[in-house]
């Protein structure tokens, strides 16, 4: 990979430079030297006539035509600053430093109290709680002990281990968790078959996150808040469909550029190659709008309040999709997960990055990178469910149903794109034409 930083010349003495010190391009050994001795008198002498040819070798034989270059090519003393100056500047650094330390650890603190919270004030079994599948408890001698629930009783043991980056890394079988169905116009394509959970050692798994899971949710928490909407107790707005499309393409532009600095400010995303990147925003950013529109859905009224900015909303009822089997779907998609987040935005953060490291996206060229990614993220939810819950069979439940309604978010994002853009297709931008691919659908 391509340094970010092309090196350039030193125009003192032709050695490596990347960034201008006090006014020219210079190398670091040249900066140094100028404030060194710009401000000083120390009268300078050289043996041949002030002609020295200063080069990288020749650099440190004659003082006095280094300097003079220096002043002769344009660096301005003025620039540098005196004990006084840069006591300052250190301190403001130490300063910032300190801040910054200590935004983390405010941020580090909050998720660890989340965690704390959640625990009730009953004690926790001395069963170890394991991750969904984990077959750890079942090998051990007190696996009598553990729920009596009859599916953990029908897990094989045959899981797979094996290590990455000191990390332990458990392949479940495909009978443990069957989450993922076929869908998408019967094509056949599966959306995962398996859960890979990664751990690190800690002795006790049912405290707290650990450093690894508290600096993915601190990245996450802070990413998704490009796309958090208002939460504002509103009433039903009477509107017709022409200007429900209207909001919806305009909603659907921004909130995709707000989704792409989301994806941008999650470390794994920006690590991936350009091509890979791209597929996975054109092809699942409607899909995780849709699935986040669940906030704002009234089950109730049948009805969901779309925020086109902090002001301005309009409310959508079901009774305007015209197609009956469409409004069954989204119902269903809806209800399923409704049931399911518990009104709970740490659930729905972690099932949007879930859904954004879908590695069964088109065009991919990384598929197993971005697999390993999901899999982290499917491991934070596990473990924030565990310590939601308490409970180790509800916990279970809980997620792989959660990973089912995920197949009907599929489906029914697929529903939202053509219904936003078969009608009026002219309404749409660049970005919207790029992700809905416009030039191959006959209008």
């Not at 041949?48 to 003082?63: A, E, L, Y």
């Not at 650094?93 to 300190?98: G, P």
């Given at each position: 990979m391509a340094n970010k930083e092309t090196p350039k010349q030193c125009l003192i003495c032709g050695d490596k430079a990347y960034v201008f010190n006090f006014g020219v391009i210079s190398c670091q050994s040249c900066k140094a030297f100028f404030r060194r001795n710009a401000l000083k008198n120390k009268g300078?002498?050289?043996?041949?006539?002030?002609?020295?040819?200063?080069?990288?070798?020749?650099?440190?034989?004659?003082?006095?035509?280094?300097?003079?270059?220096?002043?002769?090519?344009?660096?301005?003393?003025?620039?540098?600053?005196?004990?006084?100056?840069?006591?300052?500047?250190?301190?403001?650094?130490?300063?910032?430093?300190?801040?910054?330390?200590?935004?983390?650890?405010?941020?580090?603190?909050?998720?660890?109290?989340?965690?704390?919270?959640?625990?009730?004030?009953?004690?926790?079994?001395?069963t170890k709680y394991g991750l969904v599948g984990d077959s750890s408890s079942s090998n051990s001698s007190d696996s009598g002990k553990g729920n009596s629930d009859s599916s953990d009783s029908d897990t094989k043991n045959d899981t797979q281990i094996i290590h990455l980056n000191g990390m332990k890394v458990s392949k479940f079988n495909t009978d443990v968790i069957d989450i993922y169905n076929n869908y998408h116009r019967g094509k056949g394509a599966e959306f995962l078959s398996s859960v890979v959970a990664i751990t690190q050692h800690v002795t006790d798994y049912n405290k707290s996150f650990n450093t690894y899971e508290c600096d993915k949710l601190i990245e996450l928490f802070s990413a998704i808040n490009f796309i958090r909407e208002p939460t504002l107790p509103l009433e039903p707005v009477v509107t017709d469909m022409m200007n429900f499309k209207m909001a919806m393409v305009f909603k659907l532009d921004k909130e995709i550029r707000n989704f792409i600095t989301v994806a941008q400010n999650v470390a794994e995303f920006d690590s991936l190659c350009e091509n890979d990147r791209i597929a996975l925003v054109k092809y699942g950013s409607v899909e995780i709008i849709s699935m986040r529109m669940i906030q704002f859905y009234n089950v109730a009224a049948q009805s969901w309040t779309i925020f086109v900015d902090k002001n301005n909303w309009i409310v959508s009822r079901m009774d305007m999709l015209k197609s009956e089997p469409i409004k069954a779907i989204f119902r269903n998609s809806f209800g399923k997960i409704g049931n399911e987040w518990d009104s709970d935005p740490i659930i729905l953060d972690l099932l949007t990055i879930i859904l954004l490291f879908d590695p069964n996206r088109p065009n991919l060229l990384h598929r197993e990178v971005i697999k390993l990614q999901q899999n982290i993220y499917m491991h934070l939810l596990q473990r924030y469910l565990l310590l939601k819950y308490r409970s180790e069979y509800k916990a279970k439940t809980k997620f792989l149903n959660l990973m089912n309604a995920l197949t009907d978010i599929n489906i029914m994002g697929e529903i939202f794109m053509k219904k936003c853009y078969q009608t009026r297709p002219e309404l749409l931008g660049p970005l919207l034409k790029e992700i809905f691919d416009i030039q191959d659908i006959q209008c």
């Open positions: 300078f002498e050289c043996a041949f006539d002030s002609n020295c040819q200063v080069d990288v070798i020749t650099r440190k034989f004659c003082q006095k035509c280094r300097l003079d270059k220096c002043f002769r090519l344009g660096m301005k003393k003025e620039w540098i600053l005196n004990e006084d100056e840069l006591k300052t500047m250190r301190t403001k650094i130490m300063e910032n430093k300190v801040k910054r330390r200590n935004r983390e650890l405010y941020k580090r603190q909050m998720v660890s109290k989340t965690a704390d919270d959640l625990i009730a004030e009953t004690p926790i079994p001395d």
